[in-house]
């Protein structure tokens, strides 16, 4: 089975992911990290973010690794040929860098296939922005999960904080995350939309436990 969760930047999707897939027994794939890992060995290749086909090349060249520990469904590592990424994709260079490199319609083929190997191979939560309309199609429960971009950047802030990356400055924070919410939504190739039959949750004023008991209950509806 596939749990499709879709939405814009800093709407709480991986978080909602990880906790959804512990209460099912199911495993994460975070495609965003996906496309951060690419734009990261961009950038150490010194390739032109508007490079097309080095982008590409990129995409299907180096494997893409998430490190998981047994029992645990959220892999605790990424990879991009063979390097350990996991901090170094979460800095504000690779939030810039990583619109770009998304939008890049032979990366997102290259890498839309690997997530769609991925998945074929058991029960995933799957997060992005394509995942419902694109990368599963028939997932059989699709989320499109917003929140204010005012509430978003309060808890990116947070989670910056956190974790000792990325900015921790409040408006530095918000108009990123409207630039990026502008870049997704009107890019030409699988823009940030929900699927017809997605199931639209707003997580501005709920808990987080809400919204996992939400998705868990259409799981179930499923008869997961
Ligand atoms: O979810 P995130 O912020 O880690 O995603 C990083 C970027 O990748 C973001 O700018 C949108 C893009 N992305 C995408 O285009 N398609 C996906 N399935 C996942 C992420």
Avoid at 58 to 77: H, K, L, M, N, Q
Avoid at 139 to 159: G, I
Avoid at 164 to 183: F, P, T
Wanted: glycine share 8%; net charge negative.
């Amino acid at each position: 089975m596939i749990i499709a969760i879709d939405g814009p930047s800093g709407a709480g999707k991986s978080t909602v992911a990880k906790s959804v897939a512990k209460r099912l027994g199911f495993s994460c794939l975070d495609t965003g990290a996906m496309y951060r890992a690419v734009a990261w060995q961009a950038i150490q290749n010194g390739v032109d973010l508007e490079d097309a086909d080095a982008l590409g090349k990129i995409a299907e060249e180096y494997p893409i690794e998430f490190g998981t520990v047994p029992g645990d469904p959220s892999p605790r590592s990424v990879s991009i040929g063979g390097v350990d990424v996991t901090q170094a994709i979460r800095t504000a260079e690779i939030d810039k860098a990583v619109s770009p490199v998304s939008a890049t319609p032979s990366v997102r083929e290259a890498l839309v296939r690997q997530q769609q190997r991925i998945g074929a191979a058991g029960n995933y939560v799957v997060d992005g922005r394509d995942i419902g309309t694109v990368v599963f199609p028939g997932a059989e429960v699709k989320v499109f999960l917003t929140a204010s971009a005012e509430e978003r950047a309060h808890r990116r802030v947070r989670q910056n904080a956190d974790r000792g990356v990325g900015s921790i400055d409040y408006e530095e924070v918000l108009a990123d995350i409207r630039r990026r919410d502008e870049y997704d939504s009107s890019r030409a190739m699988s823009p940030l939309k929900p699927a017809e039959n997605a199931v639209h949750i707003d997580s501005t004023s709920s808990y987080i436990e809400e919204v996992i008991d939400t998705i868990c209950k259409l799981a179930e509806e499923k008869g997961c």
